[in-house]
């Protein structure tokens, strides 16, 4: 191999090694995703995220073919009713850790594509606001599993927006 060669493949290994490591520096711990029956057009993914940087990570969207739409939403409590609303950014403390869990932080999956059978598996894409893509793959338990109740009724989502990809300008909520 010419030297210009092996220069060039040296440049390749350094700029992967540097997309790995920056994903590394992001881990998610027991990601799940809520199993719902056949006619549930809706369901959401839990995880505990651990930034293990000296930087804030933001979350600025997520990707999945699982449903129609695929945001990032909270729950918020208004005039004594929790509502649901999407998010357009989460940030990841320095060193620190963000919960995605019921009545807070969440993927909400919107006119899901297929039914959510426990013990299959549902993959997303985090995006962040440097536009890094992470993928991961979330196990599909029962509500029971994540400390929650079946029913979903009790919840507004009159306020939530739908999308398949959060795009544009991003605002902290």
Partial sequence: MSIRTLSRLALVA????????????????HPKARAMPPASPNSAAYMLVHNHTDQEQVLVGVESDVAKAVELHTHDMVDGTMQMRQVHEIVIPADGSVAFKPGSYHVMM????????????????????SGERI???????MP???????????MKHGDMKQGMKMSGEHKHH
């Fill in 144 to 154: 029971e599993e994540l400390g929650m109740p079946m029913k979903h009724d009790a």
């Fill in 14 to 29: 350094a700029a992967v090694a540097s997309a790995v490591a920056s994903a590394a520096s992001l881990e998610f711990h």
């Fill in 135 to 141: 993928p991961m793959n979330a196990e599909i338990v």
């Fill in 110 to 129: 919107m006119g899901l594509n297929r039914t959510l059978v426990p013990g299959e598996s549902v993959d997303f894409t985090l995006i962040l606001k």
